[in-house]
T-cell receptor, first 110, second 113 residues
Framework: DAKTTQPPSMDCAEGRAANLPCNHS???????VYWYRQIHSQGPQYIIH???NNETNEMASLIITEDRKSSTLILPHATLRDTAVYYC???????????FGEGTQLTVNP | EADIYQTPRYLVIGTGKKITLECSQT?????MYWYQQDPGMELHLIHY???????EKGDLSSESTVSRIRTEHFPLTLESARPSHTSQYLC????????????FGQGTRLTVV
């Protein structure tokens, strides 16, 4: 699975959009981009995933660049409860394992 | 809501004791995983399984062992607990197809004194 790079921390004001970047320059054609988050040492929670098209669900939007070498997770209206560590993961074939990097600590400030 | 359960949630145990951390899922998932996480640190994959009678070591070396006799059950055992085993242990499961999400349990926080 391709390696990902994320900033270690970010801050966002409550009510504003939080844009979390992820670089995955070695991604291959059959690999998906996944985002999870972990709130204060609870079990990680799935947010969204995509292959090459932009995706949106009730939690967030995922924007993947045309060359697929980077992506951005967007929380449109961040709340205090969105404070968490956000993990960007690239996964490919059915045999691939699920491994996490260091993630981005997002802090939403009042 | 995810149907994956870990017991106990918290465990304090003395050095040298044998312990088993339980993980069960009712979603019929083939893949199951164990992670170890120290406070404020990364999640490290220590064991995974692709199905019954399949177990593999993860990226982080661990003295624990696992078994997968039933699809729904993936227990982790420490034969002789040590203070260095103090950590949080998280279990997860997913369908065989990697293009679906994984579900996590709430974790077991283990303290060895």
């Amino acid at each position: 699975d391709a390696k990902t790079t994320q900033p270690p921390s970010m801050d966002c004001a409550e009510g504003r959009a939080a844009n979390l970047p992820c670089n995955h320059s070695t991604i291959s054609g059959n690999e998906y981009v996944y985002w999870y988050r972990q709130i204060h040492s609870q079990g990680p929670q799935y947010i969204i995933h995509g292959l090459k098209n932009n995706e949106t669900n009730e939690m967030a939007s995922l924007i993947i660049t045309e060359d697929r070498k980077s992506s951005t997770l967007i929380l449109p209206h961040a709340t205090l409860r969105d404070t968490a560590v956000y993990y960007c993961i690239v996964r490919g074939t059915s045999g691939s394992r699920l491994t996490f990097g260091e993630g981005t600590q997002l802090t939403v400030n009042p | 809501e995810a149907d994956i359960y870990q017991t106990p949630r918290y465990l304090v145990i003395g050095t040298g004791k044998k312990i088993t951390l339980e993980c069960s899922q009712t979603m019929g998932h083939d893949k199951m995983y164990w992670y170890q996480q120290d406070p404020g640190m990364e999640l490290h994959l220590i064991h995974y399984s692709y199905g019954v009678n399949s177990t593999e070591k993860g990226d982080l070396s661990s003295e624990s062992t696992v078994s997968r006799i039933r699809t729904e059950h993936f227990p982790l055992t420490l034969e002789s607990a040590r203070p260095s085993h103090t950590s949080q242990y998280l279990c997860a499961s997913s369908e065989w197809d990697s293009y679906t999400e994984a579900f996590f349990g709430q974790g077991t926080r283990l303290t060895v004194v």
